[in-house]
């Protein structure tokens, strides 16, 4: 027998219902927000990256936060940006935004909780981005305002690969050119967009989003977000969910719906007019002011319902984006000591590993000393790269080179595996890589047969790829200073891999170029600012870069290069080539039938940017990276190149330049060359 009354007043059930929300309302409101990461420069890098106790920046610091905080109530389009102070180096600068989707109440709550967790996992830092899922908080001692920022990547990358990779490619290729078109042309204060592909090839539907800071203008948004989508393909290709994140902007891909679908989505096309519905009247008995109880349960019921069902979704959508995840990030490490030793082999082991370090096992010699092929008791096979004793590198040097260079994890790199430190020996052991360098095919007659098109643009597509991560995905800055055809290996896959990182300049995130009395490198690659005056960059490699696209193309090698059009090396060669209109002249013979006309035309032009005299106007490696993988982006024209003036003996020549010279053969089986190296430490 049901002993709810049949009527209830209106008073009775409004109180029951309002009982009812506020028992289920604090089990779904007021969690912690989803925290990401954060990055916040310390003094293990740069003293001057952080601030004093109770300093004039620590005061307006706190101004900024308290400002932040509060503003996070008033915001209508969760962002808001705030300065504190007036006197620089002390003025503080900051900014949230929240994700585009999320209600005011979540932001206000990840603002609030972001002001306080900041300080705690960054203290005395003056530059800070903290990410969580639901805003993003930032401050600096220099303006961030209106400034696309993309210094720092932080990538998020689901494990579980697509069913058909090529239809899955397709259709996030869709998603994503309309979610960053709509999202940086945005006009309603928000630079927010999410869109969706279903039922593409009868597959997993494809979920987008794309968000800028609101303070960018069209252009800094679109180039920002572009440079995000431009990362998938090298860090997540055929993944079934990614994301990647700057300081300024990011984009986000699942294939289920991971957002509020009905925020920032494409406008639905439009309808036809219908006619208003015929109104209706509630009739109900005179005098009566009571409810049934039908009417109870058809309120409480759907409402209890569906709280539940939120509470369950969000605890299941939150553990999921915790586990799931894989971050590629570079980490601070707080256990470099243990990680050192885990790294670290005996030298019987290496020994034994090859032979004794006899000449049957020798596959290469470096300017740093000679490469041996090597097999581990565990079966796995290795090449030992055995340092010369002279190389005036201290055990501690060695050991901070060692750790740096084992955090670099890329596909486009060659792993280091561990290395030896016993007496004077100092021994690099790193992953065997099975076909060779690419000297090796590209510059004999015979074996460059087996590079067809499509494994040349592969190999540049890699190289590119390669070298964005060390100039700007990974933790510090690297300038290889030494990128050639001998430094790349290449796998049973032909997928190109950068190797030799002996002359690299490691840099914070913040140094753009340095300086040097001792040049190192090999002529023909190295740029002009830095031959002549000692001065590299990022934009030197990039130089380096469009030499080697050059050469892979044409199956040429700059050094030793004469045309009897009178061109003395393969860079004016092109130029000429290019001016009168005819650039695919330049293509290697064996390539006729395989190529791609527009590919070797776009490969030609972008290496023609990348060795521009000026460094300024050639792309960084993110922008070679957009231009290799988007057609639609366009390419300016390019000024004349460097060229390397060359004697008739075609020997390189170099007038007024104090330099160590050596003959080099990078591991395994390159073609010797005239190098410079560098054999004191850095």
Not at 47 to 74: D, E, M, R, V
Not at 536 to 564: A, H, M, R, T, Y
């Amino acid at each position: 027998m049901n002993n709810l009354p049949h009527k209830m007043p209106k008073k009775a059930l409004f109180a029951f219902t309002i009982c009812f929300l506020s028992f289920m309302i604090p089990i779904t409101i007021g969690a912690d927000p989803n925290y990401l990461y954060v990055e916040c420069p310390n003094a293990t890098l740069s003293t001057t990256s952080t601030y004093a106790a109770n300093s004039t920046y620590q005061t307006n610091l706190n101004t900024l936060l308290s400002g932040l905080s509060s503003n996070s109530y008033n915001s209508s389009i969760g962002f808001y940006n705030f300065t504190a102070g007036s006197s620089p180096p002390d003025v503080a600068y900051g900014l949230f935004i929240c994700r585009g989707d999320v209600s005011a109440a979540v932001c206000r709550d990840c603002v609030t909780y972001a002001v306080g967790d900041v300080v705690k996992r960054c203290p005395r830092s003056k530059r800070v981005t903290i990410w969580y899922d639901e805003c993003i908080l930032r401050y600096s001692n220099e303006s961030i305002f209106s400034t696309s920022d993309t210094s720092f990547r932080l990538m998020l990358i689901n494990p579980q690969n697509a069913t058909n990779a090529t239809s899955f490619r397709e259709a996030l290729g869709k998603v994503m050119n309309d979610v960053s078109a709509r999202a940086s042309s945005h006009d309603s204060g928000r630079k927010f967009a999410t869109t969706e592909l279903m039922n593409y090839s009868s597959l997993q539907p494809v979920y987008g989003l794309a968000q800028c800071t609101p303070d960018l203008s069209t252009t800094d948004c679109n180039t920002c977000l572009r440079t995000g989508i431009a990362i998938f393909p090298s860090c997540c290709d055929a993944k079934i969910g990614a994301r990647v994140l700057f300081p300024s902007c990011y984009v986000h891909y699942e294939t289920y719906p991971f957002y509020n679908s009905s925020v920032g989505a494409a406008p639905p096309p439009p309808s036809p007019a219908l006619p208003p519905p015929p109104s209706t009247t509630t009739t109900s008995s005179p005098g009566k002011e009571g409810v049934s109880s039908k009417v109870i349960i058809a309120i409480v019921v759907p409402i209890g319902v569906s709280i539940l069902l939120f509470v369950v979704g969000f605890c299941f959508v939150t553990r999921r984006a915790k586990k799931k995840y894989n971050f590629v990030k570079e980490a601070d490490g707080e256990d470099d000591i243990s990680a050192v030793q885990s790294l670290q082999y005996d030298f019987g082991t290496i020994q034994a590993a090859t032979n004794n370090f006899s000449d049957d096992n020798k596959i290469g010699e470096g300017g740093f000393g000679p490469v041996y092929k090597g097999l581990l008791p565990d079966g796995q096979e290795v090449a030992v790269k055995r340092l010369s004793q002279s190389s005036g590198q201290g055990a501690l040097e060695f050991k901070n080179e060692v750790l740096l260079v084992a955090k670099l994890q890329h596909r486009n790199l060659v792993r280091l595996l561990g290395f030896c430190l016993e007496g004077e020996e100092k021994i690099l052991i790193y992953e065997f890589v099975t076909n060779k360098s690419l000297d090796y095919f590209l510059f004999d007659p015979r074996e460059r047969e087996k590079l067809d098109w499509s494994r040349r643009y592969k190999i540049i597509g890699g190289l590119a790829r390669g070298m964005l991560y060390l100039h700007e995905d990974s933790r510090l800055r690297i300038i290889h200073r030494d990128l050639k055809a001998s430094n790349i290996l290449l796998d049973g896959d032909m997928n190109a891999k950068v190797s030799d990182f002996g002359t690299a300049r490691i840099f914070g995130v913040d140094q753009s170029q340095g300086n040097t009395n001792r040049v190192v490198g090999t002529f023909g690659y190295m740029s002009p600012e830095y031959v002549m005056h000692g001065q590299f960059s990022v934009k030197s490699d990039v130089f380096s870069f469009g030499v080697l696209v050059l050469e892979i193309i044409s199956g040429k090698k700059n050094n030793n290069f004469n045309q009897s059009d009178g061109s003395e090396d393969l860079l004016s060669h092109a130029w000429k080539l290019w001016k009168e209109g005819i650039s695919l002249d330049l293509m290697d013979p064996t390539l006729e039938g395989s190529h791609s006309r527009n590919e070797v035309t776009r490969c030609i032009h972008i290496a023609l940017l990348c060795v521009q005299d000026d460094p300024d106007a050639r792309p960084s490696m993110a922008t070679v990276v957009l231009m290799l993988n988007s057609y639609s982006a366009t390419l300016s024209i390019p000024q004349e190149p460097a060229f390397f003036v060359q004697s008739k003996r075609g020997a390189n020549t170099l007038q007024g330049l104090e330099s160590d010279q050596s003959t080099s053969k990078s591991m395994p089986f390159s073609v010797n060359e005239a190098s410079i190296t560098e054999l004191e430490p850095r």
